[in-house]
Structure formats: C-alpha cells, structure tokens
C-alpha cells in the first residue's frame, strides 16, 4: 500500500450511510476503459483501499456521435469523431468491489452478456439503508471488475487523523513496483472450468495506447527513433508504419527517476506518471534566472510508472531476453517459459480516446492515421 496524503469514506448522499470502507486517492488507470478479447477474465481494476475519479462524464445514456454538435465536442475537448459520447455525469469514482461497505444488488438492474454484468442499463447497486441507487458493479467478461460510484448519489467524508505527503520518485523506486509485460491470461473456454494462455499484460496494451497517440503527435509528422529492447517492442513497429521513412528524424528516449539525464539530442522524453498525484516527471533542477529565456523542453510521453520501470530497468528473469537472443554457448535444460505468440499491439479504442482528445489530431496527416484505425487494427498494427 502506499502511504497517501488523505483516507476518505464515500457516503450516501440522501441518508449519510457508509458505503466504503476508507479510501485513499490515486490517478485513474489508462486501463479503467478497457475492453479486452472475447471472454476475458480480468481482475479488479484498483488495488484494495483506493479510489480514482473520471474527471469526463461516464455511464449511460451513450449517445453516437452524429448527436454531438460541434460545440459540444469543442467544450468537451474532443477533436475528432469518437464511437460514443456518455451522457453521464462527470466525476464518477472508481473503487474494488471488495471495499464497497451497506450497498445490495438492485433487482433486475443485470445487463450484461453470458458472464457478468457490464452496467450498460445504469446503475445497478443501491444503499441498503434508504434504496438509493448509488453504484454500478462491473463484473462480465472482458471488462475490468470494479464499482464506479455515481457522482449524484455520493459524497465523500475525510477520515480524520490520516495525512501523509505523496511519496517522492526516490521511494516509489524503493518499492520496487512493476506490471510485468506479459501475463497468464484466464479465459472461460477450458472444458473443466476456466482456461489461460500467454499474452502481452492488458496493462501494458492500455499504456500503449495512450503513449503512443502522444508520441504520435510529439513526432509532428517526422519518423521517430526508439531505443532498442521492450521500448522497440511496443512502440518502433507502429512507428515505423504510420510515420514518413524518409526526412530528419526525432529521437524519443526513456527519461525519469534513476537514469541519467538524456542527452542534448533526444527529442521526445518517455517519462513515468507518478500513480498518487497523476502528475508527470519533470527532471530537478535549478530555475532560470528571471534575465533568461525560459527554455523549451522536449514534449513528454506519459507512460503508467508500474509500465516504465520495466522498459527503464528490465527484470533479469524475463521469460525472454528485452533483446537479443541466449549466447551461442549456453544450453537450456529446461522447457523454453510461456511467452506470447504475437507481436505487441496496443489497445486500439485507448488510443483512438486519447488522439481524439490531443488538438494536435487536427492535423491532416494525424487525422488521417485516427479515421484510418480500423484498417490499422486490420493489418496487425493494434
């Protein structure tokens, strides 16, 4: 658990009964939105005693977009054509199921496929003290488990006594945190109950997908280099397909707690998002005199911290090499480890949701590459 700055308890906002056990504020997952596979078993979203707000509206009604004006879009900071729009109130609350205190299922509020529930029909939970609908339990296949709050019908009351500053870059090192970049994924198809198979982590496919819209737009139409290993995995093969080959390139590299500091010539920084403030690195440093021009930093791509630190300090127990291949000389004796049986592909609907939103996709060439996505996914790319 981290050490966090405040624990709150969510109440109901019509009796003032706790529907939470106490809670502590983190940035919400680039994976919250997900849609992974075709009968998925995924885990809970958030890890136990914590919450995340959607600062954008969440929850039905959805609305296509030939509803949307474009003012509406404008004010919502939307640049291009999404599949839907919520209509939903903003600043839903995202918690584990297990951390849900006095709340019960509503009767007949079951939308979902053969699995679970999805909360396509609204919310689905409500306060066992007064029968307020307060929540929205998502459990079915392929999604991630989680109960979002509704923002209308709760209110969160601080706990007092708790209080602690952020933890700095040094100590979240210290804690020695990771995705792993491929995991066992459960599904529901074995004959004797649930089955698995190898795959890239879903995390890392979501983190993708929001690092690479922007990495996308920090390029401004110009091929990018990327350094080799799991960096060159995720990001140089979409790359290199969707940019110019020809022409001065830009240079994009890891930057963050633990590394040095880049060089003069790297043009694009990949830098980890710090998981309580949500905010991301920024090298320390002196400020400028006031008598000096404020210089130009290189665009910054955010990537989770739990996904960096892997691609910044890659495990020596890797399944398989970052890069490269065993040495010449050493034999295995023992059977090769799962690993995934496809190339990495970043998860297309994050990446179609982050670019939308980035003014940067107005650009002609970047618009093209956003109204093109279907035929991306087609070959491979996502």
Not at 80 to 89: D, F, Q, R
Not at 187 to 200: I, P
Not at 279 to 292: I, L, Q
Request: glycine letters at 8%.
């Amino acid at each position: 658990m981290f050490a966090f700055a405040f624990a709150f308890v969510f109440v109901c906002a019509r009796c003032d009964a706790e529907l939470t056990a106490p809670l502590s504020e983190v940035c919400l997952p680039a994976h919250a939105h997900q849609h992974y596979g075709n009968g998925i078993q995924l885990p809970v979203l958030m890890e136990p005693g914590t919450f995340a707000v959607d600062p954008d509206p969440w929850g039905p009604p959805w609305r296509p977009w030939d509803e949307i004006t474009p003012g509406e879009a404008e004010a919502r900071g939307i640049h291009a054509p999404v599949l839907t729009l919520s209509g939903g109130a903003p600043g839903a609350t995202v918690v584990a199921p297990g951390d849900t205190r006095g709340t019960r299922l509503i009767p007949g509020k079951d939308s979902g496929y053969c699995c679970g529930l999805d909360g396509a029909d609204g919310p689905n939970m409500a306060c066992e003290a007064c029968g307020l609908a307060v929540a929205t339990r998502i459990d079915d296949c392929s999604l991630w488990q989680a109960v979002w709050l509704a923002p209308d019908a709760v209110r969160r009351r601080r706990v007092e006594g708790t209080g602690a500053a952020p933890l700095t870059w040094t100590e979240l090192l210290a804690e020695d945190r990771s995705t792993p970049p491929y995991e066992p994924i459960a599904t529901w198809g074995g004959r004797f109950g649930s089955d698995h198979f190898w795959s890239w982590s879903p995390r890392w496919e979501a983190a993708a997908g929001r690092a690479l819209a922007h990495l996308l737009a920090a390029s401004e139409g110009r091929p990018v280099t990327v350094p080799d290993g799991l960096v060159a995995d995720v990001f140089r093969r979409t790359l290199d397909t969707l940019l110019p080959t020809g022409g001065p390139r830009r240079r994009a590299a890891l930057a963050g707690p633990g590394l040095p500091a880049p060089d003069a010539d790297v043009d694009i920084h990949l830098v980890p998002v710090h998981p309580q403030t949500g905010r991301n690195w920024t090298p320390d440093g002196p400020a400028a005199p006031e008598s000096e021009p404020e210089s130009v930093s290189a665009p910054q791509v955010p990537i989770p911290l739990a996904v960096w630190r892997w691609m910044a300090f890659p495990r020596s127990d890797l399944p398989v090499p970052a890069s490269g291949s065993l040495p010449a000389d050493v034999l295995r004796d023992a059977p090769l480890p799962p690993r995934p049986a496809y190339l990495f592909r970043a998860d297309p609907r994050t990446f179609r949701n982050t670019l939308a939103r980035l003014p940067a996709v107005r650009s002609p060439w970047l618009r093209e590459i956003h109204d093109n996505l279907t035929q991306h996914v087609s070959a491979g790319l996502f």
